[in-house]
């Protein structure tokens, strides 16, 4: 303990300042999660709003994402959602993004994109998702993402626990780094979510209708065998099972290797 303190005092104010958010941010989610526990989707997305701080929504515009964006809506149109077009997207992906929003109401999307050069020195052919798909995602997800976010006090995402694998004890709000991150869906069940699809009359993701349940990047997104879990098409046949923005602190820093 002494050995912490004496080794915190050491170093650079910035870094001490960085330090002090950070454990400021876990507190806070702890505190957050403990009384958020039970609250509803809305009252989640409103606590999130009541933090001092700049908060953004991020979605992929996938099949379930309609949920979440309505409650969004409800609350804020003008929350800024940030979508992640990693340029190897279904042209239906694009189409029902617009789609959405515009249904929504929706006023302040940001499509948010790699950077060219980086593109250009790390993926040149175009065909690192082929041989490297970590290497891939931290190029046109983690990283992109990481720069957008570097204005944002906190996060909203729509992660849900039945997803299962490592999303079977999401925490209502986290603490990434010095953000925030509220999962306002992490309790709906599989049947309550598409209960306000019928109940909302939410647009689908046209890919649904040709059995894809989860839809992301063309080379990494299939048709799940009949039974199979949502996101099973996901990295299909791969130990992979999520794209690393979320298992890891995004600052502006990381994601490109
Ligand atoms: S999901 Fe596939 S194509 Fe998309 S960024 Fe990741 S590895 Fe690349």
Sequence with gaps: MEYAKNRTQMLAPQERERLGDEASALQDAE??????????????I??????????????????ESAVLLKFVADVD??????????????????????????HLGLTDLRVITPSPSELALRDPKRDLCFHDR??????????????????????????????????????VVEAEGRRLKFNPLARLSSA??????????????????????????????ARPAAGASAR???????????????????TASNGAR
């Design 232 to 250: 099973d098409g996901r990295w299909s046949g791969l130990a992979k099972t999520e794209c690393g923005i979320h298992n890891r602190e995004l």
């Design 31 to 44: 505190l957050l999660a403990d009384r958020l526990a039970e609250a509803t989707p809305h009252q989640i």
């Design 134 to 171: 970590n290497a891939c995602c931290a190029l046109r997800k983690v990283a992109p993402l990481a720069r957008e976010l570097a204005e944002f006090d906190g996060w909203i995402s729509g992660r849900k626990r039945f997803h299962g694998g490592e999303r079977s004890s999401l925490a």
């Design 46 to 63: 409103e606590a999130a709003k009541a933090v001092p701080g700049r908060l953004a929504v991020v979605s992929s515009f996938g099949t």
């Design 192 to 221: 309550e979510l598409n209960a306000v699809f019928t109940k909302e009359r939410l647009p689908r993701h046209p890919l649904e209708a040709l059995g894809f349940t989860s839809v992301g990047c063309i080379p990494c997104t």
């Design 77 to 102: 149109r003008s929350l800024p959602v940030l979508f992640l077009d990693t340029l190897w997207l279904f042209k239906e992906t694009l189409t029902y993004r617009d789609a959405l929003a515009g």
